[in-house]
């Protein structure tokens, strides 16, 4: 097996990823809240699990990835009495979206992605534990909150020292989701009902109401994973007080180190700043395709910054992502050619090689610390000097698939053929024409005909998509 090495944000070192039992490789990730589609920045933190985890199966390691739904907290009750629809069918279409999405990113399906709602009584057992063993304390209002003083561990991940701990609480003491406590860093374990809440609540011993959404990975994955379990992920905004939240919870109920390795994933940026709805540049995978781009292509710029480092994203790096995969497409095509291959392997049967050849120096950058763009350089560079022409076709076999083992550990399909003659050729002439049409119409702002012509090409098979210096054709897979 080879060796992976990844960051550990708890010792702040490098560390080994071997798994505790000798085994299976057992990790928990932080899944998606489900009330609205998940944005691009979501999306970083789950492609970087993703592709971690395929390192891990490359290398010859056994994996359980457990990624949970957060389908109960204020957001999610919020959003689903403005639409006018019970919590389930409103989380359930979410859910199913978020699901697609993670399909068209070449995401791993995770083995278990367990739900906050059906885990209610795991949840309860929890709070039981932690009420008779002095953590935890009940308010007038039906509440129970965890006192984080009884956990002298608390901040340990973050360094959040004691004073920043008091002005963090007091930043979060006016939110909605905040009720009576003793300290001010005390959070909520269970959430008496109120009001607002609708139908949402559920029996307890203290009473009608609902897990705080802390709980609900603490308690999925002590079911899924056991008291101690070896990684536990998220972005960085997860770290405090949500992950501190975690680590206190199950650390007081099991009396064992909860997970033995923490990987965090630095945050996505758009124009170099926080993407937000005001500024116009929230952008959703649907979003992305709109304007042309593939899921493919936003793995691609994914996968060429470094998780420890902020990405900066913008509509011009997915241009170039573009430009990138179809050399990397060139390369396969001629070599499947070479070797009459019908199809690329299977992920499975790409995983299991043993060696990637003259791509074993990028397989290499993903075993240390998960590093996607020095992989990516190095397999350029491995390209660069092959010549396919050249190889004995036994050769080229072996170097075809040593190549897919590389792209099964980094998830990347690449474009198929056709796509590769985006440069023009073989755009029949009607569709040419009716895409210089659109052109001028934008030159023009002339944005409605634009528009009209955009969807005449798409009924047509056809997607356009601008640069500042043009247009790109390219047929609907
Ligand atoms: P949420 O659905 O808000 O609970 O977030 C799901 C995951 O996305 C969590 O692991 C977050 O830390 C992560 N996340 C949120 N925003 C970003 C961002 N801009 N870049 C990378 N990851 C993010
Ligand atoms: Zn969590």
């Known amino acids: 097996m080879a060796t992976v090495t990844l960051f550990d944000s708890m010792t702040r070192e490098m560390r080994e990823v071997t798994p505790l039992d000798g085994q299976c490789y057992r990790f928990y990730c932080c899944g998606p809240t489900v009330y609205g589609p998940a944005h691009i920045g979501n999306f970083r933190t789950f492609v970087v699990q993703d592709t971690f985890r395929r390192v891990l199966e490359c290398a010859g390691l056994a994996t359980k990835h457990v990624r949970n739904v957060t389908d109960v907290d204020d957001k999610t009750i919020r959003e689903s009495q403005a639409a006018g629809q019970s919590l389930k069918a409103f989380t359930e279409h979410w859910k199913n979206k978020f699901s697609e999405d993670c399909g068209e990113l070449n995401l791993l399906e995770p083995h278990v992605e367990p739900g906050a709602v059906d885990h209610i009584d795991h949840q309860i057992r929890m709070i039981e534990s932690l009420v008779e063993k002095g953590h935890a304390y009940q308010t007038d209002d039906g509440s129970v909150y965890f006192r984080v003083g009884s956990f002298p561990g608390y901040g340990r991940l973050s360094r959040v020292a004691d004073r920043e701990l008091r002005l963090g609480a007091a930043q979060t003491a006016n939110d909605s989701d905040e009720y009576e406590k003793d300290a001010l860093a005390d959070f909520a374990l269970w959430k008496g009902r109120k009001p607002e809440d609708g139908d949402n609540y559920w029996p307890s011993p203290w009473g009608e109401g609902r897990p705080g959404w802390h709980l609900e990975c603490s308690a999925m994955s002590l079911e899924y994973l056991g008291e101690s379990f070896d990684m536990h992920s998220g972005g960085v905004d997860l770290m405090f007080p949500h992950h501190e939240n975690e680590i206190a919870q199950s650390e007081c109920c099991s009396?064992?180190?909860?997970?033995?390795?923490?990987?965090?994933?630095?945050?996505?940026?758009?124009?170099?700043?926080?993407?937000?709805?005001?500024?116009?540049?929230?952008?959703?995978?649907?979003?992305?395709?709109?304007?042309?781009?593939?899921a493919a292509e936003l793995r691609y710029v994914y996968l060429s910054g470094h998780y420890r480092h902020p990405l900066n994203f913008t509509l011009d790096s997915l241009q170039a992502s573009r430009q990138a995969m179809n050399r990397l497409a060139k390369f396969a095509h001629a070599l499947a050619d070479r070797v009459e291959a019908e199809a690329p392997p299977s992920y499975e049967s790409a995983c299991r090689m043993k060696d990637a050849g003259p791509f074993q120096p990028a397989f290499e950058s993903l075993c240390k610390d998960l590093n996607t763009p020095e992989a990516l350089g190095k397999i350029f560079t491995a390209i660069k000097e092959i010549e396919v022409s050249a190889l004995d076709e036994e050769v080229a076999r072996q170097v075809y698939r040593q190549f897919h083992k590389v792209l099964a550990a980094l998830g990347l399909n690449l474009p198929p053929r056709e796509e590769e003659a985006a440069d023009g050729a073989g755009i029949p002439a009607e569709i040419q024409a009716l895409a210089e049409e659109r052109w001028t119409a934008r030159q023009n702002k002339d944005w409605a005909a634009s528009d009209g012509l955009r969807d005449q090409l798409a009924d047509a098979g056809w997607l356009v998509r601008d640069g500042k210096e043009g247009y790109t054709l390219t047929p609907k897979s």
Do not use: P, Q
């Open 255 to 294: 009396g064992k180190t909860f997970a033995n390795h923490w990987f965090h994933i630095t945050h996505l940026l758009v124009d170099r700043g926080k993407m937000s709805k005001s500024l116009g540049n929230f952008y959703t995978l649907a979003d992305l395709k709109e304007k042309g781009y593939t």
